[in-house]
Nanobody, 114 residues
Framework: QVQLAESGGGLVQAGGSLSLSCAYS????????MGWWSQAPGKQREFVAT???????NYADSVKGRFTISRDNAKNTVYLQMNSLKAEDTAVYYC????????WGQGTQVTVSS
């Protein structure tokens, strides 16, 4: 059974930074594309970023230049470094397995105060 566990969410001022982590439990982590998605209250879950097993990245236009996704295959962990945070970034952030997600973590709350 694949499990994903996010951590690192919290409250931060606009313009500040947060780092999220996602620990993967399962097999063949290095072959999987991993991603981050966000969901604000009353909104659909939205794509944030993905990273392939080889390290190629893709970002939503809204976070380009501000967020960085990375991974450490030796630690089975994917990260999201969030800089220059805006109030509109406030959401629950979910870690996901797959370019089209097949597994999700439980989410971690990110709140950006303006």
């Amino acid at each position: 059974q694949v499990q994903l566990a996010e951590s690192g969410g919290g409250l931060v001022q606009a313009g500040g930074s947060l780092s999220l982590s996602c620990a993967y439990s399962g097999s063949l982590f290095r072959f999987h594309t991993m991603g981050w998605w966000s969901q604000a209250p009353g909104k659909q879950r939205e794509f944030v970023a993905t990273i392939t097993g080889g390290g190629s990245t893709n970002y939503a236009d809204s976070v380009k230049g501000r967020f960085t996704i990375s991974r450490d295959n030796a630690k089975n962990t994917v990260y999201l470094q969030m800089n220059s945070l805006k109030a509109e970034d406030t959401a629950v952030y979910y870690c996901a397995l797959g370019s089209t997600p097949t597994y999700w973590g439980q989410g971690t709350q990110v709140t950006v105060s303006s």
